[in-house]
């Protein structure tokens, strides 16, 4: 999920929230921003299928006053003249689904939409590839692509949008000019977690000058918890109804993480403390969470691939790095923000696979903390998620505290699920091994092919396997 989500560079930045914090007058939608690293275009750098994009001059003229802004605000002067072209939003839908065609393994989105189903966030119907257009297609407003040197806007923006949307993505082109940042985002196995850092930086950058411009005064005047607050509820409201909920925060993960980052770093050494950001990148998604861990520049733990489960050839379909952002979201699910926040911290490592074995599925992740404190908080939280998936939430289906904690206070948990099989947790000192599953799957449909005796020996080694083994 979160790997897809970053190739294309699809992530939510909302005007609409800074309307309230100084804009002239409210867009009528809140856009969303993709900043490409593969278009498809041709050799002259502009899209060659016929009525793919248009060059227009008066485009051109309105990006040259816009870059001569947003350069002085950002302080990073503009090496170059940047294209613009207009393009109609049923074309940039058919762009973006064929580079996720060509930038990203098929069953490497297979697999992410089956992690999804198998940790209980999505139906067994859930089309991952789908639930991303929908949100493209409905949100779309502008991008940069690296590749070709050209900003793209949809022909239907105007006014403060199209302003906006400008200066965001101008951004985007001063960070390609001065840190490369096409090259940044090449598939790599086991990199989600450190590309999705990348990308909090990339947007979290953008969207803090952006609200320099729109709002006249420096962005981080305002407070964090309110923009953040704001760029959530917008998303969250403005975006593909059917679209399940940690798709959505999972998009505009990066710009609410990104612009908290940027602006204490601004705070703190102004635009020359985010240039050191760049300068030295964020090795994972702790460190852009987490000031402190980015100056001690604490490396991950590393975490080998979990076991498979124990009986039969399983394949390893994916293997991935979630980090402490993803872990955050997920948590999301079934607390509170402020509690998943406080139960994804002390994240060290991570390994997730998905296995298969015919049409059998099934899930491994062992996630390893910096101590057993936040081992045990982690713990309670995935007794939360498995307690409610198991139809036993309080007011509401969330799960108290209280509740998950006994649940677990074994240090293990396991509940049986008619369709994505056991869900099971086991705790062994800084280490949390995760299982779903196995379950069988048939097209659009599911059905266990497990139960709690297994999955707990199973869960029980992969938590215990040592880290870097």
């Not at 390609?176 to 990339?202: I, K, M, N, P």
């Not at 990148?281 to 987490?290: A, C, G, K, Y």
């Not at 939360?384 to 998950?404: N, P, Q, W, Y």
Request: hydrophobic share 45%; glycine share 12%; charged share 25%.
């Amino acid at each position: 999920m979160r790997r897809w989500a970053l190739r294309i560079h699809v992530a939510l930045w909302t005007i609409g929230g800074t309307a309230g914090c100084g804009a002239a007058e409210p867009p009528a939608k809140n856009p969303v921003s993709a900043s490409s690293t593969r278009s498809g275009a041709g050799a002259d750098g502009v899209a060659s299928r016929a009525g793919a994009a248009r060059d227009d001059a008066g485009f051109g003229a309105e990006i040259a006053a816009a870059l001569r802004v947003v350069s002085v605000v950002r302080g990073l002067e503009a090496r170059g003249k940047v294209r613009g072209a207009v393009i109609e939003r049923s074309e940039m839908v058919e762009r973006l689904t064929r580079q996720m065609h060509e930038d990203v393994p098929p069953e490497v989105v297979a697999a992410q939409g089956e992690m999804l189903f198998a940790l209980g966030t999505t139906p067994v119907e859930f089309d991952l590839e789908r639930s991303l257009l929908e949100m493209m297609e409905d949100q779309l407003a502008g991008f940069y692509e690296p590749d070709d040197k050209t900003l793209y806007v949809m022909e239907d923006l105007g006014g403060a949008e199209r302003a906006a949307t400008l200066t965001h993505e101008l951004v985007h082109v001063l960070q390609d000019q001065h840190f490369g940042l096409g090259g940044l985002v090449e598939y790599r196995e086991d990199a989600t977690d450190e590309q999705s850092a990348v990308h909090t930086l990339a947007e979290g950058d953008a969207t803090s000058a952006m609200l320099d411009v729109v709002q006249g005064r420096p962005g981080f005047e305002v407070s964090d918890a309110a923009l953040g607050m704001m760029l959530r509820s917008s998303a969250m409201l403005g975006s593909g109804g059917s679209v399940p909920g940690i798709v959505k925060r999972s998009v505009v993960a990066s710009y609410v993480d990104g612009v908290v980052a940027v602006h204490a770093a601004r705070r703190v050494g102004g635009w020359a403390g985010v240039n050191a950001l760049w300068a030295r990148l964020p090795r994972s998604t702790e460190q852009m969470l987490h000031p402190e861990k980015w100056l001690a520049d604490e490396i991950p733990t590393k975490v080998a691939v979990p076991a498979p489960p124990a009986s039969g050839a399983w394949r390893v379909a994916y293997h991935d790095i979630e980090g402490e952002q993803s872990l955050r979201i997920l948590f999301e699910e079934w607390m509170p923000r402020f509690k998943a926040e406080a139960a994804g911290a002390g994240w060290g490592g991570d390994r997730v696979a998905v296995f298969e074995k015919g049409d059998l599925k099934g899930l491994g992740w062992q996630i390893v903390f910096d101590d057993e404190a936040a081992a045990e908080r982690a713990g309670v939280a995935f007794a939360r998620g498995i307690v409610k998936r198991s139809g036993g939430g309080d007011r509401e289906g969330e799960v108290s505290e209280a509740r998950a904690a006994a649940a677990i206070a074994g240090g293990e948990l396991c509940e049986e699920r008619d369709l994505a099989g056991p869900f099971a947790v086991v705790r062994r000192g800084k280490s949390i091994g995760v299982v779903a599953g196995p379950y069988r799957r048939s097209g659009k449909h599911a059905v266990s092919a497990g139960d709690c005796q297994a999955a707990l020996a199973w869960c029980r080694a992969v938590a215990e396997r040592p880290s870097g083994e």
